[in-house]
């Protein structure tokens, strides 16, 4: 079975992009936390549209299951093989697709492969006086495809919207091999379901994203960072407030809670940049105009009560050294993780704003309950906050505990990660069996055998 199966694709890709080495195939079988992880047959690695349509028809007659994977940067085990899996699976790895075209100024578009990274589609749009309007640190690994599968949203979201929203166009293969959606962008087009629609959120389930037709934003040049403490979590989301009221330029408005302030200032070996004492929390705020930000920027602060202290810059290293205090908080938990020895725990999380100081109280309850470590940040706008656990040893009490308060509160176990294999067995919190019905009979139509990411977002019914 196993030799048919490498002979098919082979046949395929070539014999250099199947690889059938256990060594070969290691990283793309561990996610990067290091907590999930499953053995496949091979990682075939596709360069066209046409080569993942063939592997897919190939897979779908053999039942074979697929793992679409972009750049293995996924926090919910939703891009490596299943350990559980009693069916052979391979990861299709998208990586080798990165080309970029088309990029029309006028209609402020771009054509990308699915495994062009965020970086990549960064650069190209800076190299024509553009932006992309959706960025967060993994952006030099993670890929389109992948954004567009977990409907990605990073730091941005406040003032563009998440993933979903900038994906004009888009070309996908269903669990049957057939070629839908388009790539034309048009802005204006009512036919029916949209594809974009359908798949951003998908997770690499019903279809797998081969290009998309993305939106570009404008090139701001004249931006500034403030790193900020404030008395509490209600002083930041009053801040906010201002900010949104007044502020035009507002690209960002994170949060940074004191125990990831700690660990990211000892990762960095770097003096915390704003006054410590009686800090309740911490902001960075981002903004990026056509003119000058900083005074529309001052005037909020000042209207805002319950500041403390604030860093400011406005570019160059002076501002990188600032937005680091954030963009590192990640690589800080995982460096520490490792130290301990136990991967971390990653509850991606949002509540309405006004429940913010409670759920940190209840996340918090259970850290210490479990003696783990909590190291809560996020994007403040959305009241989305990453709560990380380190050292945790009773991961379902911790999560159990945690997501019921938050859809008690309103809120939703994913903000932006997914839901992966790590929590759908949570999903029924949010979602009613009505819900998971009518999802799970899309995705039978879209992938009748049931190969695209078995396991994966809907809980087997
Ligand atoms: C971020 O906002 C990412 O930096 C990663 O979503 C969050 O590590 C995490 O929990
Ligand atoms: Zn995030």
């Known amino acids: ?78 891009g490596v093989p299943r350990s559980s899996s009693d069916r052979p699976s391979i990861v299709l790895s998208l990586c080798r697709m990165n080309s970029i075209r088309d990029l029309d100024t006028a209609a402020a578009q771009v054509t990308a492969e699915a495994g062009t990274t965020l970086s990549e589609w960064r650069d190209h749009a800076r190299a024509s006086g553009l932006d992309t309007p959706v960025d967060f640190a993994a952006r030099d690994s993670a890929t389109i495809g992948g954004a567009i599968a977990t409907n990605a949203g990073g730091s941005r979201v ?24 388009s790539l034309s962008g048009l802005p204006k087009e009512t036919v029916g379901l949209n594809w974009p629609s359908v798949l951003a959120g998908s997770e690499g389930t019903a279809a797998i994203v081969t290009s998309a037709r993305l939106r570009l934003v404008p090139r701001y040049d004249q931006t500034i960072t403030a790193l900020v403490s404030v008395a ?114 990653k509850l991606d999380v949002a509540v309405p704003l006004n429940a913010l100081g409670q759920l940190l109280e209840i996340a918090q309850q259970a850290a210490d309950d479990d003696g783990a470590l909590l190291v809560p940040f996020g994007h403040l706008a959305e009241g989305n906050i990453h709560l990380n656990y380190l050292g945790a040893t009773n991961l379902d009490q911790v999560t159990e505990t945690v997501l019921t308060k938050v859809a008690e509160m309103g809120g939703t176990i994913s903000a932006e990660h997914g839901i992966g294999i790590a929590k759908s067995r949570w999903l029924h919190l949010i979602r009613s069996p009505g819900d998971l019905a009518a999802q799970r009979a899309v995705r039978r139509v879209l992938d009748p055998n049931g190969i695209l990411n078995p396991g994966v977002l809907t809980p087997d019914a």
């Open 232 to 345: 509490n979590i209600g002083a930041a989301v009053e801040l906010l407030g201002q900010l949104r009221k007044s502020v035009s330029s507002l690209d960002a408005v994170e949060v940074i809670e004191p125990a990831a302030m700690d660990l990211v200032a000892e990762h960095l070996d770097v003096e915390q940049p704003v006054r410590a004492s009686q800090v309740g929390t911490y902001m960075l705020i981002d903004c990026a105009g056509h003119n000058d930000p900083s005074s529309e920027l001052a005037d909020a602060m000042a209207a805002a009560n319950g500041v403390i202290d604030a860093a400011i810059a406005t570019e160059g290293p002076p501002r990188e050294r600032l937005l680091a205090f954030r963009d590192r908080i990640t690589e800080a938990i995982a460096t520490r993780a490792q130290r301990i020895g136990l991967p971390p725990l």
């Open 1 to 78: 079975m196993r030799d048919r199966i490498v002979a098919g694709l082979t046949s395929i890709v070539g014999a250099t992009d199947v690889l059938v080495d256990s060594d070969l195939r290691r990283t793309y079988e561990t996610d990067w936390t290091g907590r999930f992880s499953g053995t496949c047959t091979a990682v075939v690695r596709t360069s066209s549209t046409r080569e993942v349509a063939e592997v897919v028809r190939f897979c779908n007659s053999e039942s074979v299951d697929i793992i679409a994977q972009g750049g293995n940067t996924g926090l919910v085990g939703g």
């Open 158 to 181: 406040l003032r563009y919207g998440t993933m979903r929203q900038q994906v004009l166009g888009i070309e996908a293969v269903l669990g049957n091999g057939e070629v839908v959606g």
